[in-house]
């Protein structure tokens, strides 16, 4: 079976020097010194000034709307995965969901002002397949209204747009570094934010509220360990190179596949992209679930990446999002990971073109 994703291996010598490191020092933990010059590498990397890393991608959703003391609504998009929304909906915030910009992965600004009332307290949005939509409008509309942009770029690692890391552009970005994404610690994340102010308030926050006996504020177990520090501190240098095999299969499928009755996604001639994955979208769901079946049965794994949308969820206050709710049933992942071989490619290739001729 060809997998949908397969995560990255670690330079193996420097993963054995990290694990030994952390044995002989007797350090596994609580921002020890793996955690900080992960954390140091990071923003250099991202191109922001703090970085904080934490559990998961969730948690960091989690801090990033406590550390802005987040109440009564959030508005966000209902194409996504579900941790998005569930990090506002289990702090207990009244979920709203914008529909989609018409042929588009990302929230209408206007939808999403229509919801904006006295009790919002942030716009969260994700950056679907590591893309930006119309960022610029978003963030004029956090200005506009003072309400806090926090950017769900789970997907986003390494990405630029206009020059400028995509992470950059809210007041926090989250990063999700489970093993299947572009960079990865096994399991992991950050939260990541230019604001000094926010910084020292995450770091409370991720630790329980409190340095030593001094207590500052309530908090959580956010906090990573020295071993998964290692995991990314032994991958970092590996990303630049990753990025370049993900882009030359990403090229060899635009290249070589007939597109007959789907398409691919569009990347903006101003975003720097990170190539993590190959979204197909169909004409009509039909075609998209006959290829999934015809893919599983000749050995090769897909999936319906997102799906459904998130306002159709039970745990969410009932709303109507047609062009979301299209889009889900019409989307197909096909595998693309920096590991996928020549030989696994170019089966996959001949086994959708095979398909679209019949």
Known sequence: ????????????????????????????????????????????????????????????????????????????????????????????????????????????????????????????????????????DYVSLAAKYNIPLILDAAHAFGVTFKGRSVSSYGDLASFSFHATKVFHTVEGGAIVTNNPELR??????????????????????????????????????????????????FDLYIKSLTFNGFTPIEIPADLEWNYCYFPLLFDDSAAKEALKEYLLDKGIMSRRYFYPALNTLGQFHPSHCPVAEDLACKVLCIPHFAALTADEQSYIIDTINKFTKK
């Not at 694990?19 to 002989?24: D, N, P, R, S, V």
């Not at 793996?34 to 590498?41: A, F, H, I, M, N």
């Not at 309530?218 to 032994?234: D, Q, R, T, W, Y």
Request: proline residues 4%; contains cysteine.
């Open 200 to 249: 020292e308030r995450l770091f409370n926050l991720r630790s329980f509220g409190h340095r030593g006996d001094q207590y500052l504020s309530e908090g959580i177990n956010g906090k990573n360990s020295e071993v998964h520090a290692a995991f990314g501190l032994a991958q970092i240098d590996q990303v630049q190179e990753s990025l370049m095999n993900r882009k030359r299969i």
């Open 1 to 136: 079976m060809i997998e949908l994703v397969k995560p990255a291996k670690p330079n193996q010598a420097k993963i054995n020097a990290y694990l030994a490191q952390i044995l002989e020092t007797g350090y596994y933990t609580n921002n020890g010194p793996l955690v900080q010059k992960l954390e140091s590498d990071l923003a250099k990397v991202l191109g922001v000034s703090h970085v904080l890393f934490t559990a998961n991608g969730t948690v960091s959703l989690e801090l990033a709307l406590k550390s802005i003391h987040a109440k009564g609504n959030i508005i966000t998009t209902p194409y996504s995965y579900v941790a998005t929304a569930n990090a506002a909906n289990w702090l207990g915030l009244d979920v709203r969901f914008a529909d989609l910009l018409d042929h588009s992965f990302f929230p209408c600004p206007n939808k999403m002002e229509s919801l904006i009332d006295q009790n919002t307290s942030a716009l969260l949005i994700t950056q679907v397949y590591g893309l930006v939509g119309p960022l610029e």
